[in-house]
């Protein structure tokens, strides 16, 4: 993780999903906790994502997936930090995600996966209590 005051999240929604009401309350709640939250927009792909994260020299990147294609995404996700050489930045996932995937995409590396209907409290206790360092940031 950076040493920097406060952590920075980035914020994706990709593929073709059109929805991401839940990305941008995401991002306030975060915002609101105390980070830097920078949000892609819809419509990105995988490359984008990584290319903007590291840009952006973000601490986590925050995947909605809406589209019941989580697993796939993940796993490309994974892979092309890896290949860039970013895979120390946290990954999360949230959206329509079945439980029966909630562990598949954590072995594929997903530090936390928010499922539709997981509380704020939930979202902001892994931010403060998972992340390292976070709490000082704030």
């Known amino acids: 993780m950076n040493k920097k005051q406060r952590f920075r999240v980035l914020v994706a929604k990709p593929g073709l999903d059109g929805h991401d009401r839940g990305a941008k309350v995401i991002s306030y709640l975060l915002k609101d906790?105390?980070?830097d939250v920078i949000y892609t927009g819809l419509h990105k792909?995988?490359?984008q994502i990584v290319n903007a994260a590291i840009q952006e020299d973000v601490d986590v990147i925050g995947l909605s997936i809406l589209t019941g294609a989580h697993i796939p995404i993940t796993?490309?996700?994974?892979?092309q930090l890896k290949e860039a050489g970013a895979d120390e930045i946290v990954v999360t996932v949230g959206g329509?995600?079945?439980s029966r995937d909630v562990a598949k995409l954590k072995s594929?590396?997903?530090k936390a996966v928010f499922p539709g209907g997981t509380s704020f409290e939930q979202i902001t206790?892994?931010?403060k209590e998972e992340l390292p360092g976070l709490?000082?940031?704030l």
């Not at 796993?75 to 892979?79: A, G, V, Y």
């Open 125 to 127: 206790n892994f931010f």
């Open 135 to 137: 709490r000082q940031a």
């Open 45 to 47: 792909n995988i490359e």
């Open 96 to 98: 329509v995600i079945p």
């Open 33 to 35: 906790i105390g980070m």
């Open 75 to 79: 796993e490309k996700l994974m892979k």
């Open 108 to 110: 594929l590396g997903a």
